[in-house]
């Protein structure tokens, strides 16, 4: 029987898999095929446009989400340190990696304490749903925001990942009842988040009819975790079978419109391959709230933080003057008639 490698290994080699495979999905988000249109005469300063918006009581200066990552290691706590530092700088949204291996190890707890550097921040708790079949339930998760003192929960889901890993949780039945006790005890919103493969019309209004307060679609489009699974299977039939996923998934803009078909009101963070503000500011025009990228801010981290302040400020600028061009003045603006598909 082969060896369960232990979580903080995992940990460690999603980092260095992330870092240094192509472990992209051979769908696109989407975002291609739509487009602003262009306003040659904006009537607008571009210096006085509005980014900002106000979610679960915190202020944010622009709808920029750093994505739930990593935890679990000494070099993902100086990640998710840089990261926070920047998010605390930029005035923008963070989530944290699955706090599963501090909830088991509470020796690693410090490695997803971010507040001691971003006391302001929309910050993100984050568990994996199927371990409610596998021993969790509303204690973990008070004790996974407490311990970050997060202002909300992730509450990620990851069926096909667990499903081409070496000894996955793969019993998934019950889990939205599960989810919905959640949601009727914690103090905190619950929010659904997707890892990679996006999430359908009847996905959104399950999750929904469970009472979550958000949900992150995290389309295919950009890192394919069966593909990193594939880099770190211990045999040849594990990484076939990883492998044979590269280009599974609903695609990033089809997910952010299928939650808003189902469940019109829902608060939808888009992410899942975003890979620039335009892109951020397609997500809002078609009914996102935030748009949350990893990939480009795990790279800036793993240099330094003033890397990754200037990779947000990048961000917060084109979405700044993709506002501009499509004439729009405010977030809210973008989504009246300012986009079209080609």
Not at 131 to 156: E, P, S, T, W
């Amino acid at each position: 029987m082969t060896k369960v490698a232990p979580i903080d290994q995992r940990k460690a080699d999603h980092i260095k898999i992330n870092l240094e495979q192509d472990v992209r999905s051979t769908l696109t988000t989407g975002l291609e095929n739509y487009h602003f249109i262009h306003e040659a005469l904006p009537e607008l300063d571009l210096n006085r446009l509005d980014t900002s918006l106000s979610l679960f009581g915190k202020p944010l200066a622009s709808p920029i989400l750093v994505s739930s990552m990593t935890g679990g290691t000494s070099e993902a706590e100086t990640i998710n340190l840089r990261l926070a530092e920047a998010a605390q700088s930029c005035g923008v949204a963070m989530g944290v990696g699955s706090q599963r291996a501090a909830i088991e190890h509470p020796e690693q707890a410090r490695t997803f304490q971010v507040r001691r550097v971003a006391p302001d921040i929309l910050l993100f708790a984050n568990l994996g749903a199927v371990q409610f079949n596998y021993g969790y339930g509303i204690d973990q998760c008070r004790k996974a925001v407490d311990m970050i003192q997060a202002d909300a929960l992730y509450l990620h889901l990851n069926p096909l990942q667990e499903a081409v890993q070496d000894a996955g949780d793969t019993n998934w039945i019950g889990i939205a009842k599960k989810i919905e006790e959640v949601c009727k005890k914690l103090e905190v919103p619950v929010i659904a988040k997707e890892v990679g493969w996006g999430v359908s019309e009847k996905t959104a209004k399950l999750l929904a009819d469970c009472g979550v307060q958000a949900i992150d679609v995290a389309g295919a489009g950009g890192t394919s975790w069966s593909q990193v699974e594939m880099h770190r299977a211990p045999d040849e039939f594990t990484r076939q079978l990883a492998a044979t996923f590269v280009g599974w998934g609903i695609p990033t803009s089809d997910s952010i419109l299928n939650v808003k078909k189902a469940v019109p009101d829902m608060t939808i963070f888009a992410s899942g391959g975003i890979k620039d503000g335009l892109d951020i500011a397609k997500c809002i025009a078609l009914g996102a709230t935030l748009g949350g990228m990893a990939g480009n801010f795990l790279k800036a981290a793993a240099i330094s933080t003033e890397q990754a302040v200037e990779m947000m400020k990048l961000t917060k600028r084109q979405i700044e003057v993709t506002m501009f061009a499509a004439g729009a003045d405010k977030l809210e603006s973008l989504k009246v008639g300012k986009l079209i598909k080609l």
